[in-house]
């Protein structure tokens, strides 16, 4: 669960991509015929300096695809591509319940670090948040950023 108020549009998605591809990677999946079938990108972690060395990780997949092994495909491009780049730790926050994101995070290597009660509020209801966490790399500060 996305904890959008209302799908953003084509020129808002275009805007968000622009936006992170200046920092980040944001990877697409598409299915035999060219249509997207699922995205995944990053972004910093909170604002302050200390953490450049941590990226947000998000994965979405959409319906029709999921369960063919598209996510953790994306997962595992995405975390090579935060190597790659230096990052040390990745941190993915996955709206609770939800085995299947759980289970798919899992899979390529994060470990569950926490969760916070009924902080976000959507379809209704207080939603939980969980944060999975994967270490990168020792990632050496004095060779990167």
Same mark, same amino acid.
């Given at each position: 669960?996305? =904890? ?17 591809? $200046? ?7 598409? %299915?035999?015929?060219? %249509? ?8 910093? =972690? !909170? ?5 450049? =060395? ?11 695809? $999921? ?12 975390? %090579? ?25 899992? !899979?390529?290597?994060? !470990? ?34």
């Amino acid at each position: 669960m996305s =904890f959008e108020s209302t799908a953003p549009d084509a020129a808002e998605m275009a805007r968000r991509i622009e936006g992170t591809l $200046q920092e980040h990677p944001w990877l697409v999946a598409e %299915d035999d015929h060219g %249509d997207i079938v699922g995205y995944a990108y990053a972004t910093g =972690f !909170r604002g302050r300096h200390a953490y450049r =060395f941590t990226a947000e990780t998000s994965v979405y997949v959409s319906p029709a695809a $999921q369960g063919r092994g598209v996510g953790s495909e994306l997962a595992i491009a995405l975390l %090579d591509a935060l190597r790659a780049s230096g990052y040390r730790t990745a941190v993915a926050v996955i709206t609770l319940p939800n085995d299947p994101s759980i289970r798919m995070h899992e !899979r390529v290597g994060y !470990r569950e670090a926490g969760r916070l009660p009924a902080v976000g509020w959507k379809a209704g209801r207080w939603n939980d948040i969980g944060y999975w966490h994967l270490a990168l790399g020792d990632g050496d500060p004095l060779e990167i950023r």
